[in-house]
């Protein structure tokens, strides 16, 4: 993370606010589910970080393949992808091996990279005339 002002680095930096606030709304409607405990926050806390890390892995996958040759860009591509694919899997398995650590908060702070980049482009185009 050498260029801090890098597309990626930026992206990554929107989508961990809007992923955080994502995460403190969810705790804020388990408080009233009375699903609020330890294993949930950190269910949450966990599946935000790494949701956050694996669009920061994205864009830098994505930013290096426009720097090979497209056989090259391909291969590394689709290695990348099942990289990700199968990290994401190991943590969603370690939330539902691990007592101390809510699976539940895992899978959906996965979707909140998703909200985020939809959230943010519906109001982007509010603001333009």
Known sequence: MNNDSSP??????QIAKGTSVLV???LIICIFTDAFNLP????FLIGGAYSVFNFYRLGKSIENMFKMPPAKAQTYMTGQYFVRLFTT?????????????????IIISLIFPKLTLFFS????????P
């Open 8 to 13: 990626v680095i930026n992206e990554t930096i």
């Open 24 to 26: 403190v709304v969810s």
């Open 40 to 43: 949930m926050i950190l269910g």
């Open 89 to 105: 899997g190991l943590v969603i398995f370690i939330g539902f091996k691990v007592d101390f650590i809510n699976y539940f908060g």
């Open 121 to 128: 482009e519906i109001f982007r185009k509010e603001e333009k």
